[in-house]
């Protein structure tokens, strides 16, 4: 028999159809899965902190709608 050498799974069954929706949206908010956002709640439930995200990118100058449409419009050339 051959076995996945991954990582760990677990199944959860009967969740509550509400908790199921809050999750779904917590992770919509997040941008993230809901795996990924489960395992994010279980790291901050079980003392381990997520790694922090480093700050947007500020770009160098205002990227204004007009700005965009030129470039866009310049990319289609």
């Known amino acids: 028999m051959v ?3 991954g ?4 199944l959860l069954k009967d969740i509550p159809a509400d908790l199921h ?3 779904r949206e917590a992770a919509a908010r ?3 899965s809901m795996s ?3 395992i994010s709640l279980l ?6 902190r997520p790694a922090e995200l480093p700050p947007p990118i500020q770009a ?7 700005w965009l449409e030129r470039a ?3 990319g289609r050339e």
């Open 36 to 38: 990924k956002e489960v």
């Open 30 to 32: 997040d941008h993230r």
């Open 21 to 23: 929706r809050r999750l």
């Open 60 to 66: 160098a100058f205002p990227l204004t709608p007009d």
């Open 43 to 48: 790291e901050e439930a079980l003392g381990e």
């Open 7 to 10: 990582m760990p799974s677990i």
């Open 72 to 74: 866009i419009a310049d």
């Open 3 to 5: 076995y996945a050498m």
